[in-house]
Nanobody, 117 residues
């Protein structure tokens, strides 16, 4: 089992910045990658960003490319999401995701990000 604890999020005005973090514990010795998804009211959960755990390659949704930055701290089993130039359409519950090799995926409890116009 893997447990994910998210922190960060909150309320910010458009154009502002927020930072999210997600710490993994438990069976973390074979993490393949970690990432973030989000779900706005009435919409399906969508991919935001992902980072490959060993190589550090990053992937972003087109909607956040150039504004969001995902990073990791392997020693702390923690992934971060720095969100800049936030827009009202970024408002959503943000979920941390971890992929464990040969096991599957785990999800965090979600943290609310609200961007006011």
């Amino acid at each position: 089992q893997v447990q994910l604890v998210e922190s960060g999020g909150g309320l910010v005005q458009a154009g502002g910045s927020l930072s999210l973090s997600c710490a993994a514990s438990g069976r973390t010795f074979s993490i393949a990658g970690m990432g973030w998804f989000r779900q706005a009211p009435g919409k399906e959960r969508e991919f935001v960003a992902r980072i490959h755990w060993s190589g550090g390659s990053t992937y972003y949704a087109n909607s956040v490319k150039g504004r969001f930055t995902i990073s990791r701290d392997n020693a702390k089993n923690t992934v971060y999401l720095q969100m800049n130039s936030l827009k009202p359409e970024d408002t959503a519950v943000y979920y941390c995701n971890v992929e464990i090799q040969r096991v599957g995926q785990y999800w965090g409890q979600g943290t609310q990000v609200t961007v006011s116009s």
